[in-house]
Each structure stands twice: as C-alpha cells, then as structure tokens.
C-alpha cells in the first residue's frame, strides 16, 4: 500500500473535520473492502479516517415501531442481536451469512452500504425492509439511496451513522453464494409488511433493485406458488463466469420462491 | 530381523511430531528467514498475453528512493534459460521443440505474469513504488489461449516451435487398436476436458540469495520440493556455477502440491543479484502473483474410444489428446501428458490394444506442470468416464462392467500394451470393499427417497492404478530424463547412540519426521524420540531427488533401509569386536546386538559408543565410526490402486451438487502410520473434489485470467465436503520389489476422486439422458446440462 496519514476521531464532528481536510480522505469502518483495495495499490488516499473510536456508533435500539442499527454495528454483532433474533431474524441470519468469522468481525453495515457493492447482501434486506439511512447530514430512504455499481447518494464526506428499519411481519433472505467468492451470486429479501410486500434482488445486477411484479403477486397471495408463473428477464443482469443473465434471472425466481417459502 | 509391533513402530497411528511446532506459529519457513543486510526484490510482469516488448526506461526507478538495482534481460545475458528435465521425442523420431525460457523476458512476453523487470530496494514497499517508474513500450500480439486454435494456423508463441506443438508423441498399437475398434460390438466416445488447476499452496513461493564473497558460495533459501534438485538445475543450466558453490536450503514448506518441483525464475534471479550485490536479496510472492507465476496444472482435452465385444470385454482403448504446456515449457511439463499418463491408459484392466495421442501445444498462458497426480488423474478421469459411458450406453452395471474387465490377482505381473508392469495387485477386492462401505445395493431407496424431497440422487464408481515412486534411473534414461530417479539417505549414529538421519526426501506437509523416525525406530530398535529426521539442506544431506510422485517411502523410505542394514552389519563388526566372538555369530534384533545361542550381547547405545571411542580397535579390518548412506534406485514403479465411491444430490432447481458420501478403499501395500495415510488420503481427497466441482482457471480471450483471485477461483471448503469413509484394504498386496512393501499413497486421493463425482453426477442426471458433464460441475454447469436434457 502506499503511505497516508491515519486519523482516529472519537466522534462524528471530529471524523467530518478529518474528512473535509483533504479531498483525498477516506473513511474506513471495518476495513473489509478498504484495506485489500488499499494493499492492491488501488486506492491511493491522503488520510484514512477510522470510525473505529467513534462511540456508540454500533449500537442496535428499539425506537418505537423501529430499529435502529449503528453504521457500526459488525455482522457478527448484528447476528448476535437479542433484539433481531426476536423482532427481526431474518437480517440476523443474513449478517450471519455474509464471509467468515473473521469477516463477521470487522465488517460493518455501514460500510456495506456505504461500499454498495452489487454483490453484497446488505443492500437487499435495506430496500427490502424499506429501511432509512441516515448520515451526519440527511435521511435517505434505501430505495433511492443505492444508485448504481458501487455508487449511492453519499457524497464525498458524508457519513452514514444509522439505519432505520420498520419492522415487518414476516421476513426472510434466500442467498445462492458465488462458489468461490460466496458473496451472493442471487440474494432475494423478501418482506411482508401489513399492507404491502416488498421484494428486493441484490447479486444480480450492477445494484440491488425490486421486482414489482412479484411484490404485487405475494400482496395478493403471499404463497410460494404465487411466484411460479412470473418470469424474470435476463436484460441487464450480471453476467461473469460463475452465472451468466439467464441463470442469474432464472436463479431470481428460485430464491424469492425459497424465501416466501423460509418466511413460514 | 522379527518385529515386536511397538507404539512408534512400523504400523502404529504415531502423532505427527512436526505438528507441535507448526501449529504453534514456530515452523520456519523462509519468509520467517531474515538475513543482515537484506534487500527485497519486486517483479514487474507482463499485463499482457502476448507482446513484443518495444523498449524499457528504467531510469526513473534506478533513482528511486531505496532502490539497489534494476535488473532487465540485458543485465542476464551471461545467465541460461530455465531448462527442462525431460526429453520427449515425436512419433517421428524428431526431438521435443525446446524454446528458450529466459529469466526475465527477452524481447517478447509470453503470458500474462512473465516477468519482465526485477527491482530490487530497501524495502518492498520501495521496490514496488519504483516499479511503477519503469516504463516499458509493448506492442500488442494476438493471444493464442485456445489449444485447437494454437495447433491449427494461429501465428507461432515460438520461433522454435512454427506450430505451437512442442511434440507429437504415441504410445501403443495404433493398428491393432484401429482394428480393434473397427471390429467392436460397441464403442464408447468422449470428448472431454481436464480443466486447468492452480496449485495454491497455503504458502506461496518465497526464495532468499546469499552470497559469501570470501569463499564464492551461494546460498539460495527456497520453498522448494526438491534442493538438491534445484541446486542441479540452476547451478548447471542457469548460473553455470559447479554445486560445491552452490547450497540450498529449504527447510519447512507449507504444500507444494507438485508446484514447487520446479526451478523459477525468481530463484535464479535472487541468487544472482545477491552476488553481484554482495548482499542477502528476498522475494515472496503474493497470492495475485501465485495465480500469475506459480506452474498450474492438468488442462487436457480428449477424445477417448473404448471398444467392447458383446460380453462387455474391452477390446481397445484409442486417446488423442491436446495438452496445454501453457507459454515456456517448465521442468518437467513434457513428461506428465505422456510417460506418467499415455502409460496408465490400461488402468485396472485387460484392454489388450491401446493407442494413445498426445500433442503437447504452446499457448500464452501460465506454464502447465506436475499437480498432484500428474498425468494419473487426467488418465484415471478419461478411463473411468468412458467406461461409465460404456456401462450406460450397453445397459451394464458400471461396477460388474469393471469387475468383468479387471485384471485378476493370479494375472500379476501383469504385462499392459503401454509400457508398464504392474507387480502386485488385487482390484476386485477394494471395489467388494468400497461396494460395502457404500451399501450399493440400499442406494435405489436413497434415490427414490431424495426423489420424493425433489431431489435427483447418483452414485458414481471409479476404480484408479497410479505408477508411483518413480523409479527405475534406467528406464526413466531411456525414455528421455535428464536425471535419475532414486533417492539417498544417511544414517548417523551419535556416540550416545541417538540417531540423526538425513534423507533427500522432502517433507512439505507429508509427515516425514514421523514415518521416517517409525521406521528408523523399528529397524535400530532406537527408542523413537531418539531420531531426528533432517531434510532440505544440500549441505547436511549428501544427495537427494526430493518428493513428488508419491515416492517418499518408497524411494527415500527403501534408501534408509539400506543404509539402516549397513548400519547393522557395521555394529555387528563392533558388536563382535566387543564380545570377543566372531561378526557371524553376532545376531542383531530390537536394537540388541547378542552372540546367537549365549545370553551374552551388547546394546545399541554401547555399541555407537564403542563406535566412536575406538581404544582397542584392530583399525585394519575396523573403522571407527558409526554412519552410513544408501542410493537406492527403485526396479519398478510401485501401483497403488483402489476404488471410490461417491454419492452426490443434485437440486435441479438451482443445479446445485452435494457430496453426501464418499467411501474409499485403498491397497497402498504396507502402511507405516495409518493416521498419516487416511490425512493424505483426505487431502487427495479434498483436491479431487476440488477440481471436480470448483476449481478453474479460467482465461479470457485476449489470455487475460479471469479467476487471478479467490474472488473467483473456488477453492474447496469444509462445507463442500461430506464426511470422508476411507479404509485400506483388509487384502493388501505389498510392493515385491521394495523392502518395505510400501506403494505411496500422498496422490490417489486426487486421482480417483474427480471421475467418481463426475459419474455419481452423470448417474444422477442420467434419467434426462445426460451422458457426460464436463469439470468442474458448477451450478451453472449442472442446471445448463438439465435444462439443454430437458428441452432436448
Ligand atoms: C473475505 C471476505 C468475504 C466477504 N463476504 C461477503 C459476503 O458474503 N457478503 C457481503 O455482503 N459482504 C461480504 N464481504 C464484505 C464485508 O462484509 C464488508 O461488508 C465490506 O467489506 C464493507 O464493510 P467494512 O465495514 O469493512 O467497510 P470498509 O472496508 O471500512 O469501507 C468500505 C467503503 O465504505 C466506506 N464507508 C465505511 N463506513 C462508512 C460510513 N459509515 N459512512 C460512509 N462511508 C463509509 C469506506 O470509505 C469505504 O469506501 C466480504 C469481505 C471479505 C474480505
């Protein structure tokens, strides 16, 4: 890796002061994503500013009818949540899910989302769960945060510090991981909320997005069955070696019918 | 000598003494080794599969901060290429084209990965940082990636090689196989292909050179398989330095998996850049580079013809096969598509007529050599795929289609078409044995009961033979090697009577410093924490060959033995000397040396004593001393064989593959220390899975690779594979020509692992009709076969 400077703020306004120092700056949570781009030479930047010193940044609270996840919670911390085992299983067994051990340590959800990779599982359970994601300036709701490959709304310096999730009454995620990198290939987050479904598709293509047709199809009729006659479309989904689009679209519809299916 | 079996002794589960120190952190691979003054080198590589390298400015770098030197081509002139040690001719007699295979690239680069510059600094940081100063002009080639393409018209890799062939060989009968097939009830016909592995040792390449001004001697530290090797290859081919200038040194290794057989450039490169420095220089690789730069295995593409008469007897067996040598040929690339594949093509049969093709092709990617099997998994994979074709084409049982074709015990030695004598063997045993193990006969209620849970359930048979220890120095002569092939072992005696041994066997994860103390200890009757095996220096070990091929116990093992017998006969001089009798009457058992018929003896530790404290020895007719060394060159190959069987689920919704059972039945002959047997077999296992359902190395067109990563190279996980039921065979059939009865067993995981889960698929898929799924059976692969079955 090349030289930079390191920053160590303990709290938001210390970490948005290093941030806006150098337009360089990077920020890092748990450094999952930061560090091997750093080690490969891809990235090159002045300052890495750590939120690792931030307090109460990874905290998972109820709020009224919500839960708030800290950016800073760590996947194995949100797996091991008492609050999500009971209200929200579902994003538990996804953070569960995601790496290995070592991974589950360090990454954060804030530093998934932030890093918006088309691959990853968070982005799924957060448009799903028609979470909120708020940073040190706004509140972003998930669908329109997410804008592409690696791309969302946040500007340079912004900092993500919470996500807001409502809680549904029924949830489950149905991950088919990429054979060697076991990030998900397809991963379907399946949401049932009192009066509406919501069904969101990370891995498959540049970034997460929702498949409204089954979305109306399980608010009608929230079956498995209710899936089979929906045909995904190939047309701008991801195609690499491990999945090409048809398998990818085909692999959509399997998922989101195995996660109807989980969600009992 | 009579054995009491003992709990170190030949034959006992031993706990790997080596284990203690690796799995505390204190092993001490190279990279742990850290010399004063040391300096680190950075290679700069080809981003391209082809170019011609129009210029080179390494100005900016040489004036970098930290940096000693910048080191192109120009600055090797004097420097050989990276030779090969094996000789294939052509069927028509012309030798193997040999293009040169510079240390760093000569004006053209060849794959991506070749390396081009060194740059060595202070740190590595510092090198690295300078690397990105050099500038280098490349014109763009057209890649040649594809082997039929290569071999039909595109633009020569080499000018030594006009068509990209590096040779054309044959092995068998053509003519009697033509007929032979001509005439048949029914031929089975595949085409297939063995995809291409990368080796992936948990510790990745890592070399330190060293250089003595005062004496002129070189040292080179390296994760190497074979020193001794090593220092052959580079001293006389590259370096042209004489080996008493020469030492190297490569002491724990963490897997090799046949990659680190062979000399690299970075060896080279290091050794001589510390001279001209007069200062230590390291290189390690990264992962990145391993993809890039570390030889990678099998890639094959097959058509196999098996002829049957109407009894289901094969008749013949016809292989034309394509195998892709990759850019350079590396050292011992040539002979493992051929006299370590074309030679197995009997497998554990009587096919009478065999014809066998090969045409070794030039490509701009990575070089292809020895991974664990070498040449025996991509045989084993074609006979145990065609012959399930076979089964299933004519309606046959595929474990009655190979018990019928079977060579029979009373049949040994068996003589095959291709070369080969087969010593010892009895195959219908471990196939009776892993039937059992399997309950084939219970598996049409597995599969009607995953049938019910939407799943499609298979089981798949292979039988393998693999020709292990290679062996003998004069046959391997005759057939084109550059070296011989046995191995030496020195056994020293202290005066306190413990033993320290030195083998040219290496050990990179096989357990060596335990089989080689068990055996030691039930030979000497030498208590086993009194022997200390030591491998991996040229200057403690007088010679060795070093490990592959599965040939340490019965190469190296065989080599101690003989000195072990010395060892004996010397302390049966001393023995006799000390006893007032004479040598013949002295009887030596358990480590007690006695006059036969007396109560009179001598004990192991007097007698090393009296060895080396010689105050009344008649010195004309005894030494004092107590030390001794054997060449051992093998007669044979040794044939370990067995049987698998696998049962795998399928999810046709997603084409998902699980490996619910595997059961293995193995006859390695005698076995030292069953624990480290059934390890090995695990690994083998493991790998073979590996390549059956995940791993590829995958290129693009343009010769880029696609899977330079774990991002996208799927390595095997614990999760992908079930619990293993792996047993030897109650009916062993010792090796006849080796001393210990020992056959090797560190391979034949990876051998007959691949066809027994690619047929257990087949099976699975086989009421679709599908007749074949090529490796790895991927998801995707898997789900694309149903589907094409399903609408087809
Ligand atoms: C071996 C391995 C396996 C993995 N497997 C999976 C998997 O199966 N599924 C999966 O989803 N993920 C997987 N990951 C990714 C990992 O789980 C992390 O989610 C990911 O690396 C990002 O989280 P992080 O906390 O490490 O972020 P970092 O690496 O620290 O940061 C990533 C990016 O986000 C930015 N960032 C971080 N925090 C914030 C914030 N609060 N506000 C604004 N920007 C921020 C950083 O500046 C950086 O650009 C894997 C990673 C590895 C190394």
Redesign the pocket.
């Known amino acids: 890796m090349y030289d930079f400077q390191y920053a160590r703020p303990a709290n938001i306004v210390e970490a948005r002061a290093a941030l806006s120092g150098s337009n360089e700056a990077?920020?890092?949570?748990?450094?999952?994503?930061?560090i091997?781009t750093l080690k490969q030479r891809l990235r090159k930047p002045s300052v890495v500013v750590d939120?690792g010193s931030v307090r109460n940044l990874g905290e998972v609270q109820i709020m009224k009818d919500k839960i708030m996840i800290g950016?800073m919670a760590t996947?194995a911390n949100v797996a091991a949540s008492p609050i999500l085992a009971k209200r929200l299983p579902a994003l538990a067994a996804l953070a569960g899910g995601?790496?290995?051990p070592h991974?589950r340590a360090?990454?954060?959800i804030?530093?998934?989302i932030?890093?918006a990779?088309p691959a990853?599982?968070?982005p799924a359970a957060v448009v799903a769960l028609n979470a909120d994601i708020v940073t040190d300036r706004r509140t972003t709701a998930a669908d329109s945060f997410f804008k592409g490959l690696f791309e969302t709304t946040?500007a340079r310096d912004?900092?993500?510090t919470s996500i807001h999730i409502k809680v549904p009454e029924k949830a489950a995620y149905a991950k088919f991981p990429n054979p060697a990198?076991?990030?998900?290939l397809v991963g379907v987050f399946v949401a049932k909320f009192k009066d509406n479904v919501r069904v969101a598709v990370t891995g498959a293509g540049p970034s997460v997005f929702r498949l409204p047709d089954m979305e109306k199809a399980l608010a009608q009729s929230f079956t498995p069955d209710a899936l089979v006659d929906i045909a995904v479309s190939p047309d701008r989904l991801n195609s690499d070696i491990h999945a090409a689009a048809d398998y990818r679209a085909h692999l959509i519809g399997v998922m989101a019918r195995r996660a109807v299916a989980a969600c009992g | 000598m009579t054995h009491q079996p003992s709990a170190t002794g030949i034959g006992a589960s031993v706990k790997r003494v080596e284990d203690l120190r690796f799995i505390r952190g204190r092993g001490r691979y190279t990279d742990d080794i850290n010399l004063p003054r040391q300096a680190y080198a950075h290679f700069l590589r080809s981003p391209h599969a082809h170019a011609r390298i129009k210029t080179i400015n390494t100005e900016k770098a040489k004036s970098a901060s930290g940096v000693v030197m910048v080191v192109t081509a120009v600055d090797l002139a004097k420097l050989g290429g990276l030779p090969c040690g094996w000789l294939i001719h052509s069927r028509d007699g012309s030798p193997m084209k040999e293009p040169k295979h510079p240390v760093l690239a000569e004006g053209t680069v060849r794959h991506v990965g070749d390396p081009v510059v060194a740059v060595i600094a202070e740190t590595v940081a510092q090198a690295r940082d300078a690397a990105e100063l050099v500038e280098i002009d490349y014109e763009a080639l057209p890649a040649v990636v594809d082997m039929a393409a290569a071999v039909s018209g595109a633009a020569p890799i080499h000018e030594a090689a006009p068509e990209n062939v590096c040779y054309d060989w044959h092995l068998g009968d053509e003519a009697a196989t033509d007929t032979a097939i001509a005439q048949a009830t029914h031929v089975a016909t595949l085409d297939l292909a063995n995809n291409r592995l990368a080796p992936n040792a948990i510790e990745p390449r890592c070399y330190i050179g060293d250089f003595n001004s005062a004496t002129g001697e070189h040292t080179l530290y390296t994760s190497s398989q074979n020193p001794h090797v090593i220092r052959l290859l580079m001293g006389a081919f590259v370096m042209q330095t004489p080996e008493h200038k020469i030492r190297v040194v490569s002491q724990d290794v963490g897997g090799g998996f046949g990659s680190k057989i062979y000399h690299y450039a970075e060896e080279a490169l290091v050794t001589w850049a510390a001279a001209q420095l007069n200062r230590p220089v390291k290189w390690t690789s990264d992962r990145s580079e391993a993809f890039l730069s570390d030889a990678q295995g099998r890639d094959h593409k097959t058509r196999v013809e098996l002829a049957l008469d109407k009894d289901g007897k094969f008749t013949a067996l016809r292989v034309r096969t394509l195998a892709n040598m990759g850019a350079y040929l590396s050292t011992f690339a040539s002979v493992i598509p051929t006299y370590l594949h074309g030679t197995l093509m009997a497998g554990n049969y009587t096919t009478p007529a065999i014809s066998v093709g090969v045409k070794a092709v030039f490509t701009n990617t990575v070089p292809v050599d020895a991974y664990r099997g070498a040449g025996r998994p991509e045989a084993t994979f074609l006979i145990e795929r065609v012959i399930d074709l076979a089964a299933q084409e004519t309606n046959r049982d595929p474990a009655e289609l190979r018990r019928l074709n079977y060579i029979k015990p009373s049949q040994f030695p068996y003589q095959t078409p291709v070369a080969l004598t087969y010593d010892t063997g009895n195959y219908e045993r471990t196939l009776d044995m892993a039937l059992a193990a399997a309950d084939y006969k219970g598996f049409a209620a597995r599969k009607a009961e995953a049938g019910s849970r939407g799943k499609l359930r298979g089981i798949g048979i292979a039988s393998y033979i693999e020709a292990c220890g290679i062996a003998p120095s004069n046959v391997a002569g005759a057939l084109g090697a550059r070296a011989g092939l046995y191995e030496c072992g020195t056994i020293r005696v202290n005066p306190t009577g413990s033993v320290t041994v030195m083998t040219g066997s290496h050990s990179h994860g096989q357990g060596h410093e335990t089989t080689f103390a068990q055996l030691i200890s039930d030979k000497l009757g030498v208590p086993f924490d009194q022997i200390d095996i030591v491998h991996g220096d040229t200057a403690r070990i007088p010679f060795g060959m070093g490990t592959y091929g599965s040939r340490s116990l019965a190469v190296g093992g065989s080599a101690l033995v003989n000195a072990a017998e010395k060892i004996v006969a010397k302390g049966k001089k001393i023995a006799a000397h000390m006893l007032e009798v004479s040598e013949e009457d002295v009887e030596f058992d358990a480590g007690i040396f006695k006059v036969a018929g007396t109560d009179r003896q001598k004990n192991f530790g007097e007698v090393a004593f009296q060895a080396y404290v010689p105050h009344n020895f008649p010195l004309e007719t005894l030494e004092p001393g107590l030390e001794e060394t054997a060449f051992y060159d093998p007669k044979n190959f040794t044939y370990p064989a067995g049987v698998y069987v696998c049962e795998v689920e399928v999810d046709p919704d997603t084409g998902v593959v699980r490996v619910e059972k595997f059961c293995a039945a193995d006859d390695f002959g005698k076995i030292i220390n069953p624990m480290i047997v059934e390890g090995q077999v695990h690994g083998g296992l493991a790998q073979g899975i590996g390549q059956a359902l995940l791993e590829h190395c995958v290129y693009d067109g343009d010769g880029q690779l696609i899977t330079g990563s774990y991002m996208d190279y799927a390595m095997p996980r614990a999760d992908n594979l079930p619990t293993f039921q792996v047993e030897t065979t109650d009916q062993p059939t010792p090796c006849i020509h080796n001393p210990l009865g020992v056959k090797g067993c560190g391979e034949a995981g990876a051998i007959g692992s691949p066809p027994a889960v690619i047929n257990a698929i087949v099976n699975a898929l086989a009421d679709l009709g599908v007749t074949h799924i090529d490796m790895p059976a991927t998801p995707q692969t898997v789900w694309r076969a149903i589907q094409s079955a399903r609408n087809g």
């Open positions: 990077v920020l890092m949570a748990g450094g999952q994503t930061l091997p939120l950016a996947h995601i790496g290995d991974v360090r990454g954060t804030g530093g998934s932030a890093n990779d990853a599982d968070y946040l912004e900092i993500v990198s076991r990030f998900a």
